[in-house]
């Protein structure tokens, strides 16, 4: 049997007096790439955001039962939030490239997180190389370092978001809607990029668009009113659903 990279048991979630998740239990499998989608509202990105509990920041947020990842309880007591976000990084719906240049993106974690031996001079030209690398950007930025993030395409943006997690060696990666601002090339150069990455990294993806979630997933996870309703093999979900209400919004009858 396949690892576990994420298990929740009777997770429930309330912005203030409405409950947005009900009695979410959950296995998401080690190295795969797993697409939640559903109709607006019900639930996908707040998920998708209990995984690093970012919800928290949020004063107005109650969060009950349990989420395991890698076979920790991430609301224990002992946990650490940095050293959590470090393991779970995020990538958000537009780039949010930080107003540096494209060297200091990527080892902007480092700069924070790193310890003394990881932010020589070496090491962090290293990890720049490796992590641009990885996404594809490297031979289209290797003489361009210097050059501000913001200036880039919106689809090298979002790659160097992606590059800015991995010198911290995250286990899982978050993505709400990564393609919603790009267009057709830059969303299959996206949807390329995280094929090359599965296997080394578990990727949870929110995506509005049925068909991104089945050309690029692995598995599925149809979300609807808080709920889990179904979750499948991305295939055997879109061709034989075993839920009439996964049915009706596959087939465009619902959301």
């Not at 004063?59 to 309880?73: A, P, Q, S, W």
């Not at 993505?175 to 830059?186: H, I, K, M, N, T």
Request: proline share 4%.
């Amino acid at each position: 049997m396949m690892d576990l990279s994420i298990t929740t048991r009777d997770l429930n979630l309330w912005y203030a007096k409405f409950q947005a998740l009900r009695q979410v239990s959950v296995e998401i499998k080690h190295g795969l790439i797993t697409s939640l989608i559903g109709p607006s509202g019900c639930g996908k990105t707040t998920l998708l955001r209990c995984f690093n509990r970012v919800n928290e920041r949020y004063g107005y947020v109650t969060t009950t039962g349990e989420i395991r990842i890698l076979g920790k309880n991430i609301y224990d007591p002992d946990v650490s939030l940095v050293e959590l976000r470090k393991s779970v990084g995020m990538v958000f719906q537009r780039p949010n490239p930080l107003p540096l240049s494209v060297y200091e993106n990527v080892v902007f974690g480092l700069r924070i997180h790193g310890e003394r031996h990881e932010l020589e001079r070496a090491r962090l030209d290293e990890a720049v190389e490796k992590a641009l690398s990885e996404v594809g950007l490297w031979d289209d930025l290797k003489d361009r370092l210097d050059t501000k993030a913001s200036t880039l395409q919106l689809e090298q943006q979002q790659k160097l978001c992606i590059a800015r997690l991995l010198p911290l060696k995250p286990e899982v990666i978050l993505l709400d809607e990564p393609c919603s601002a790009l267009d057709v090339d830059g969303t299959r150069a996206i949807e390329e990029l995280l094929f090359s990455l599965k296997g080394r990294y578990t990727m949870l993806i929110v995506t509005h668009n049925m068909a991104q979630a089945r050309r690029a997933s692995d598995e599925c996870l149809y979300m609807l009113l808080g709920e889990i309703v179904e979750h499948r093999r991305t295939e055997d979900l879109f061709l034989h659903p075993q839920d009439p209400r996964t049915a009706e919004y596959i087939e465009g009858r619902y959301g």
